[in-house]
């Protein structure tokens, strides 16, 4: 999947400040302290997020997970809207399971906080931010759309919508969870489903890849019958537009030009 693309890159990228040392120091013995800054660099640390102040921290208890949600909520009777992250840090660059999938970026956290709407949450995925006691390594791999794990993130979002409607917006990996979450529980009141590069078949996306299939995992065989709109990023090279055509039937698509998995400039969602 989209590990073995980052891997390339990455190495790459390693060879290319090796080279720059060799040329800066004219010797291909590398300093290794500067060899390691090097790296922190091109790795990089999990970004800080400065909380706005018009949004809470609300972590919901659910029965096999504590979910770690920010929320705004100020009427009783408007939609929510509802972003759901991705799949975060669940490989490192040399496609092994991490030890915690909390994400190093802030793009979904961003979108949430940059709604005007006056009901606006996100919700992170089991075991982001909160490493509870029932958390392993498969729920954020091979387990990663597990029946306890829709179960759960089900659990947060009717905790949030609270009988009010819902829109959900789901990126990447939180594209299958917020479709698997509308398919099994049509009680609930959805307005509207809106995914951002997302991924809707997981079968075929790991096949596409060649990777081990997610053997743990529900699956998504049909799109759930809700209002909907897909916004895919014209150079996806973790979820190819090839995928997205295929999964999205007759649905409505949004082409953002100039944007890739991880980027995507003057994002506007369509509520």
Request: proline content about 7%; some cysteine; overall charge positive.
């Amino acid at each position: 999947m989209f590990v073995k693309v980052f891997v390339k890159s990455f190495i790459a990228k390693i060879i290319c400040v090796y080279f720059f040392y060799c040329f800066l120091y004219h010797s291909c013995v590398m300093n290794i302290k500067l060899f390691c800054i090097s790296l922190t660099m091109l790795t990089g640390c999990a970004t800080k997020w400065a909380v706005p102040s018009d949004m809470t921290f609300v972590p919901i208890k659910t029965q096999d997970f504590e979910i770690a949600t920010y929320q705004r909520l100020t009427d009783s009777e408007s939609a929510v809207h509802i972003y759901i992250e991705g799949d975060g840090n669940a490989f490192d660059s040399w496609g092994r399971p991490t030890n915690n999938p909390t994400p190093q970026n802030t793009l979904v956290r961003n979108w949430a906080a940059g709604d005007p709407a006056p009901n606006v949450a996100y919700v992170a995925r089991p075991c982001q931010y909160i490493m509870g006691p029932t958390c392993n390594k498969h729920d954020w791999t091979d387990g990663r759309f597990s029946e306890s794990v829709i179960n759960s993130m089900a659990t947060a979002v009717k905790t949030i919508a609270n009988g009010r409607p819902a829109v959900l917006i789901g990126y990447s990996g939180g594209g299958m969870v917020s479709g698997l979450i509308i398919k099994h529980n049509p009680d609930m009141n959805i307005q509207k489903w809106i995914t951002v590069a997302g991924v809707l078949n997981h079968s075929d996306w790991t096949q596409y890849f060649g990777d081990k299939p997610l053997n743990r995992s529900l699956d998504m065989d049909a799109l759930p019958q809700v209002p909907q709109v897909h916004i895919i990023a014209q150079n996806d090279r973790v979820v190819p537009n090839k995928l997205s055509y295929k999964w999205t039937e007759n649905a409505p698509i949004i082409i953002q030009t100039n944007a890739t998995h991880s980027k995507f400039p003057n994002l506007k969602i369509p509520f």
